[in-house]
T-cell receptor, first 117, second 116 residues
Framework: GAVVSQHPSRVICKSGTSVKIECRSLDFQATTMFWYRQFPKQSLMLMATSNEGSKATYEQGVEKDKFLINHASLTLSTLTVTSAHPEDSSFYIC?????????????FGPGTRLLVL | AQSVTQLDSHVSVSEGTPVLLRCNYSSSYSPSLFWYVQHPNKGLQLLLKYTSAATLVKGINGFEAEFKKSETSFHLTKPSAHMSDAAEYFCVVSGHGSGNTGKLIFGQGTTLQVKP
């Protein structure tokens, strides 16, 4: 149980285009999902908290118009990188919070490698 | 505010020898603590978690960790390393208050190298 998937696993795009990454909880409903960014050899940096049916909460320094998050259902959250530039190239990881709120556990997706040329 | 410090950025052991990955935390609340493992170009997998029950927590793949409140530590151990244990390990504490509730606070990670 508690499986989270991401699609695509890798994407290469041209500068100026937009890229959408999907995060799905496969066997449980997740009212809260999280989006992280990870640079090589570094820890995870939380970008935003995605709550089903409401606007995402962005961390300080993260441009909400640049990184659009939609959490339209209890099993799907999407991150759209708009007008991508080479500096947006990174490893993006999503997680879904355990449906038992008191558990505080997050289950992570396998990540999406984005390369912007 | 909560924080996590992983005391070693890189640990190297020989296959079959014990593993010790050190983690100290800071939290004014009763913390939930986690260890996650990340293999190259993969997501994070939960190894184990402490949530104020037994202080010695057993996880998957033979790993365990002991919560020591007096030392504010949550070190990860394994009696005998396997080649497949080579990966990045993250010690994580649950966030509380000041906009951190529901979030996870990550340590900087420890790279475990296992030599044949």
């Amino acid at each position: 149980g508690a499986v989270v998937s991401q699609h695509p696993s890798r994407v290469i795009c041209k500068s100026g285009t937009s890229v959408k990454i999907e995060c799905r909880s496969l066997d449980f409903q997740a009212t809260t999902m999280f989006w992280y960014r990870q640079f090589p050899k570094q820890s995870l940096m939380l970008m935003a908290t995605s709550n089903e049916g409401s606007k995402a909460t962005y961390e300080q320094g993260v441009e909400k118009d640049k990184f659009l998050i939609n959490h339209a259902s209890l099993t799907l959250s999407t991150l759209t990188v708009t007008s991508a530039h080479p500096e947006d190239s990174s490893f993006y990881i999503c997680s879904a919070r355990d449906p038992d709120w008191y558990q505080e556990t997050q289950y992570f997706g396998p990540g999406t490698r984005l390369l912007v040329l | 505010a909560q924080s996590v410090t992983q005391l070693d950025s890189h640990v190297s052991v020989s296959e079959g020898t014990p593993v010790l990955l050190r983690c100290n935390y800071s939290s004014s609340y009763s913390p939930s603590l986690f260890w996650y493992v990340q293999h190259p170009n993969k997501g994070l997998q939960l190894l184990l978690k402490y949530t104020s029950a037994a202080t010695l927590v057993k996880g998957i793949n033979g790993f365990e960790a002991e919560f020591k409140k007096s030392e504010t530590s949550f070190h990860l151990t394994k009696p005998s390393a396997h080649m497949s244990d080579a990966a990045e390990y993250f010690c994580v504490v649950s966030g509380h208050g000041s906009g951190n509730t529901g979030k996870l606070i990550f340590g900087q990670g420890t790279t475990l190298q296992v030599k044949p």
